[in-house]
Every structure is written in structure tokens, then in C-alpha cells.
């Protein structure tokens, strides 16, 4: 029973990988790019939760309205204003620019926040549960699985049924092209960012009421997302999802076997992963 | 007429070179403890950025995990001498080679990601090594170790013939990496290494083998690196897992060093640890804010002057001080 528990803790907490995975995912998606900043800027997510909550007094779910607005706002001027600058054949500048972006917000919040670890208060919400079967399940992690199959669902749907999901596509399989026909690349990354920083927000959120974080914990975060997207196979959003439960699954059980193994079962999928599947269990796409 | 590799600057910063190498060599009969600790420090670092170079600017492998052999040649030096009893000295010979065969699975494995992704791939394998080495008890787990005083004693008797030691250990250290780097770039491999730097497709169709040649510098880099982190937690006498395989210490800072001093270049790697050392000696109070304003002067230098300080000097100047690429001279005037 105690396996079963770790699969289906471990399965929900998949849920919170994917959505650090899916924003990820989708600017690689877009425009090919990796941005180093992602983990932190989920951090920063989570401590802009936390001053808007204080702030306004609202619960932390209810700062998602303040903080996933002004995340994308965030993201869109991040991407005009630095990182399409640095979009070229070449992927050094990309990288270090955004490996720069991450030790600015790391250290931006260091000061801000002091390196004390913060969590968001979240009420009852934080340790109500549902039993069935003689299983107990959090409420939290299961209302992020949902939100996270939700926001693959509503990402898959924006992608294919949509004239912005017409244009990323249009945009990721060749940007000279699209831009022939009128499609504004600039603005078409930044949306993608604002999109991308979006769910980064809700994903920062999340995880601020599950855990207790501080601002050296991007780095960790950044990690997991990509682990997931590599597991589940590039370009392929549902197959994000598979590879954050798998990633999930693989830590839960980790955990179970040996505390300090937890983190380090999560890799050794991966690397299996890598050693076995190298473009991931259900790859859509080129790398 | 005739090719040549050097010139009347090489020759120059050729005896120059000399020079320095003998004043510096001397430094334990001029320069006092704590400066020679700082020259030590500044060596490592120096040979941490100019050997993240020959990865990132030559080869195109971008990694954020060098920390991963940093830490690895610390634990190795630490379980060498304290577990294995081996003497200091006869410790570190191992510690480059076990660096090196580490690095070719890990390869095998990281190889398979491209670009961007290979960056974060390096950083799992680091992430890795770290949590594997919280979990060794018989060097102190998550808490660490000290080196215990009759393994430093191996090294030397005496505090000051010791810190001597230490020091050239450091200095020796920048002066094999150095020669490392030139010989590499002299070598059939380095004018692959230079081709795939400047184009990897014309590189490939000219019949270079980019992966084996990718392969023999992340080893040879590998190796390398975990003797600087050997040396590295030599002096320092303690060892942790979260100080060993520190992204900020070992990773970020070098990449900034390389960046700022000019990437893809011998010089720059040395030109961006000395701007480094000075920016930190005058700011180092000032901490994050200090940290924020090298990320910032990164971000400015990849965007407005990508190829750093010495790449401006050079537009302007032409100037070239290691003998690395050919020119013709004396070409007759025309009559």
C-alpha cells in the first residue's frame, strides 16, 4: 500500500513538473530557445504572490489575478526588449543572456526577500484532504493536476485550433517564411514569452503553497521542467505532461525506498531515459 | 615569402612570458601570505575560465555543470588521502586521470542533447554528483569534511613551505593548462576545434569528425578541471557537497570571466579573470549587488561587443599574443 500511496503522490506532484515543463516547452516550441531564467523566474512568481498577498490580503489562489497578468506583461517586455536581440543562428548569446537574467533575479530576490525560506498561506487549503480506498490524497496536489492537464489541454487547443496557435506554428517551422506572410516575429515571440511566463506564474504559485521556498531554489526548479520535457519527447505538450508524472513517480519512489534518494531517483530516469529513448518516450519533433 | 605563426608581438609577450613565469615562480621569496594566496586563487580561476573556453568558444559545448568536475576532483583528493592514505602528491596524478575517464560515459550519455539543452543536461550530471556525494558517510555526507593534518603534512613540513607549495601546485596548474590549451589549438585537432567554432556544417563537410573531436576536448577538459578542483579544495582544507558543486562559484563566475574578457579567444579568458579579481577586491562589500552588476555587465558585453574585451582590443589593434594563426610575410614589393 505504501507503493501504491508513493505512485499516486508521486503521479500528482507530476502535475506541478509539467507546468514548470510546460512553459518551457513552449518557447523551445517557438523559437528554439532554452531560457536558463525559467526556474528562477518561478521563483520570482512565488514571491510576487507572496508581497500580493500580503499586500492586498488576498488569498494566494486570488493573487493569480494580479500576478499572472503582470508575469506576461513581464515576459513580453522581456522578450522585446532583451532576448530577441539576441535571436541568431548562433545559441551562445541566448544562453548566457538568460544565464545572466537568472543570477540578477536570483540575487534581485536575495535582496529583496533575504534568503530566509517563505511560503505562501494558503488556509485550509494546504492540508485538507479526500480519502478513498484507503488512500489519502491532498486537495493541493490535486487541484494543481488538474490545473496542469487544464493548461496542456487549453496550450494543445490555443496551438491547433487558434490564429495565435496558426501563427507559432507558422513562426517554429520557418521564420523568414512566416514573416513574408505578415507575421510580426518580434511581437509573435514576446507573445509566446508572455504566454510561456503565464503559466510560469500559475506554476510559481502552486508550488509556493505546496513547499516552502527561497531564492537560491531556481536552479532546481529549472531542472525538473527540463527533465520532464526531455522525458516526454520535444514538442509534444501531452508528452510533457507523461514525462512530469513520470519524473514525479520516479522521486515518490526514490523517497520511499531512501529519504536522500528522492532527487536523485528523479535524474537516474532521466539519464535512463537519455541512455535508452534519447529524443524522449513520444517525440514530435527535431532537436 | 613565408607562413608563419608568429610575430614581432608573439616574440614579444613570448619573453615577456618568460619574465612573469620566473617573477611568479619566485613569489614565495617577495610576496607575503595573503597575497600569495589571492595570486593562487586567481591562477585557479584563471585556469577554470581558459579551460570553460576551450569547451564553449572552440567546441560549441556550452556547459553550466563544470562544477561537476570541480567538485569531483575535490572528493576524489579527499578520499585519495584520507581514505586511500595516498600521499598529496601522488594523489593528484590520479585525480587528472580519473577527471578524464569520468568524463567519456558522461559524455557518451550528455552528447546526445544539442545546443541549449546539452547546457542544462551538464547541469543534471553536476546535480547528480552532488546528491551522490551527500550520501558518502565516510566523507561526512551532506555536512562535509575537514583534511585532516597528517595528510597536509604530506605535502610539506612547515606552514610556509606549505603554502608555498600550494602556491605552485596553482601556478603549475595555469602553466599545464596554458600549454594544454596552445598545444590543442596547434594541433590537427585545434584547427578542427577553430573550424567547427567558426562554422559546424563547413566544418563537417570538409570531413571533420566533430563528434570524436567534441569528445576529446570535453575530456581532456574534464580531466583538467577535476585537477583544479582538487587544487582548489587544497587550499581551502574543507569540503562540502553544496561548496564542491556550487553553480554560482564554479560555473556562473567563470562563464562571466570568459564572456567579459572575450570568448573564443586565448587571451580574453586571462584578461576577463584579472578584471574579475579587481572588480572583486574593490566590491566584494557590496555583495549581491556585486553579483547583480557582473550578471548586468554580462548581459551588456554579449549584446553590444560579443566578443569581449580583448575582441575590441583586437579590432583595434590586431594584436595576438599567443602565436596561433598564420600570416604570410615578406612578400616581395612589387617592382
Known sequence: MEWVNAVVQGTLLGGLYALFAAGLSLIFGVMRLVNIAHGDLIVLAAYLALSTAAGLGLHPLAALTVVVPAMAAAGYALQRGLINRTMGGDILPPLLVTFGLSVIIQNGLLMGYTADPQKLQAGTLETASLSALGLTVGVLPLLTFALAVAVIGALQWMFYRTALGRAFRATSDRQDVAQLMGLNRAHVFGLAMALSLAVTALAGVLLGIRTAFDPAGGGARLIFGFEAVIIGGLGNLWGTLAGGVILGVAQAVGGQIHPGFQILAGHLVFLAVLAVRPRGLFPKMEG | ?335
Open chain 2, 1 to 335: 615569402m613565408d607562413v608563419t605563426r608568429a610575430s614581432r608581438l608573439t616574440r614579444a609577450a613570448a619573453v615577456a612570458g618568460l619574465v612573469l613565469l620566473v617573477a611568479l615562480a619566485a613569489a614565495p621569496w617577495w610576496a607575503g601570505r595573503a597575497d600569495m594566496r589571492l595570486l593562487g586563487e586567481i591562477f585557479l580561476y584563471m585556469a577554470l575560465a581558459t579551460l570553460w573556453n576551450l569547451l564553449a568558444g572552440y567546441a560549441g559545448l556550452v556547459s553550466v555543470g563544470q562544477q561537476a568536475y570541480v567538485g569531483l576532483g575535490g572528493y576524489l583528493l579527499f578520499a585519495l588521502t584520507m581514505l586511500a592514505g595516498l600521499p598529496v602528491l601522488a594523489a593528484l596524478p590520479v585525480v587528472l586521470i580519473a577527471g578524464a575517464v569520468v568524463a567519456v560515459p558522461v559524455a557518451a550519455l550528455i552528447f546526445r542533447l544539442r545546443g541549449a539543452y546539452f547546457a542544462i543536461g551538464t547541469w543534471v550530471i553536476a546535480e547528480v554528483f552532488r546528491l551522490t556525494a551527500a550520501q558518502l558517510s565516510a566523507l561526512g555526507g551532506g555536512s562535509g569534511a575537514s583534511l585532516p593534518p597528517a595528510v597536509v603534512r604530506t605535502l610539506a613540513e612547515g606552514r610556509d613551505l606549505r603554502e608555498a607549495m600550494a602556491y605552485w601546485l596553482a601556478f603549475g596548474l595555469l602553466v599545464l593548462v596554458l600549454a594544454a590549451a596552445v598545444a590543442i589549438l596547434r594541433s590537427r585537432h585545434g584547427l578542427a576545434l577553430t573550424a567547427i567554432r567558426d562554422n559546424e556544417l563547413a566544418a563537417r563537410s570538409l570531413g571533420i569528425d566533430i563528434w570524436r573531436t567534441k569528445l576529446f576536448v570535453y575530456v581532456a577538459v574534464g580531466g583538467l578541471t577535476a585537477l583544479a578542483g582538487a587544487l582548489i579544495f587544497l587550499q581551502k582544507l574543507r569540503i562540502s557537497p553544496d561548496a564542491a558543486f556550487a553553480v554560482n562559484d564554479w560555473t556562473a563566475f567563470v562563464i562571466f570571466i570568459v564572456v567579459i574578457g572575450g570568448i573564443g579567444t586565448l587571451e580574453g579568458p586571462i584578461i576577463g579573470t584579472l578584471v574579475f579579481f579587481a572588480l572583486r577586491e574593490t566590491m566584494a562589500d557590496l555583495g549581491t549587488i556585486y553579483l547583480i552588476a557582473l550578471g548586468a555587465v554580462a548581459i551588456v558585453v554579449m549584446l553590444r561587443a560579443p566578443d569581449g574585451l580583448w575582441g575590441l582590443i583586437r579590432a583595434r589593434t590586431g594584436a595576438e599574443l599567443f602565436p596561433l594563426s598564420r600570416r604570410v610575410t615578406g612578400i616581395p614589393p612589387r617592382p
